[in-house]
């Protein structure tokens, strides 16, 4: 069973920066899609920004050019930089690790880590 674990959320001012990081404990297929989701109070979960297996990464609108997400598949480990935040980034922050095909499929997700931005 995989698991994953995220860290280095927290409180920041407006305008600061947090890395997120999401490490997979086990062996993880270096094809997967590895993203990350936040879902704040009474909203749903919506994606933030994943990268694939060959590298390329896809944004949400709110988030380009200010977060930067990245992999390191030798350590099965995702990051999130995130820069000049806003009060509107304040939520629960998931990653996923995600494949469908013909020989293997799965859909992980981490258990959450809450980003505060204050202002």
């Known amino acids: 069973q995989v698991q994953l674990v995220e860290s280095g959320g927290g409180l920041v001012q407006v305008g600061g920066s947090l890395r997120l990081s999401c490490a997979a404990s086990?062996?993880?297929?270096?094809?997967?899609?590895m993203g990350w989701y936040r879902q704040a109070p009474g909203k749903p979960r919506e994606l933030v920004a994943d990268i694939a297996g060959g590298g390329s990464t896809n944004y949400r609108d709110s988030v380009k050019g200010r977060f930067t997400i990245s992999r390191d598949n030798a350590k099965n480990t995702v990051l999130l930089q995130m820069n000049s935040l806003k009060p509107e980034d304040t939520a629960v922050y998931y990653c996923?690790?995600?494949?469908?095909?013909?020989?293997?499929?799965?859909?992980?997700w981490g258990q959450g880590i809450q980003v505060t931005v204050s202002s």
């Open positions: 996923n690790f995600f494949i469908s095909g013909p020989d293997v499929s799965y859909n992980y």
């Open positions: 086990g062996s993880i297929f270096s094809g997967v899609t």
